[in-house]
């Protein structure tokens, strides 16, 4: 009976010294593949977050630039309230504070950055 459980325990350790080195290698299979990937996600994770260069301030300032235009087209075609001008002079306000930092820019700089808030 005895020599019956030491061949048991021989099998049993046997049969983890062949699994073990299966197992491990497995492990090390996964982390190198897990490593790759996630190392490569985060690149392209970071890579598409940097690659936007849209000017969000400059966009907001054609964006409040198209309302003053369009309000003030609305405007041309009657009668004027008081309440109507009121709120020209907010969107003018609200454009002059917008678009401060781009008074001065050049043309081409300008329709290169407004062709990126179409985007």
């Known amino acids: 009976m005895e ?3 030491l061949n048991q325990k021989e099998i049993n350790s046997s049969f983890k010294n062949i699994l073990k080195p299966f197992f491990l290698e497995r492990l090390f299979l996964y982390l190198r593949f897990m ?3 996630v190392f490569g996600f985060s690149l392209l994770l970071i890579m598409t977050s940097c690659s936007s260069r849209r000017d969000r301030q400059f966009c907001e ?3 409040i630039g198209d309302e003053l235009n ?3 087209a609305e405007l041309l075609k009657g009668e004027v309230t008081k309440g109507q001008a009121e709120e020209l002079k907010i ?4 454009k002059k504070e917008a678009c401060a930092a781009y008074e001065n820019m050049s043309g081409p700089e300008m329709l ?3 062709s990126e808030c179409g985007e």
């Open 3 to 5: 020599s019956n459980a």
């Open 35 to 37: 490593k790759k990937y």
């Open 61 to 63: 300032c054609l964006a």
């Open 70 to 72: 369009n309000h003030s």
């Open 91 to 94: 969107l003018k306000d609200k």
């Open 112 to 114: 290169k950055r407004k």
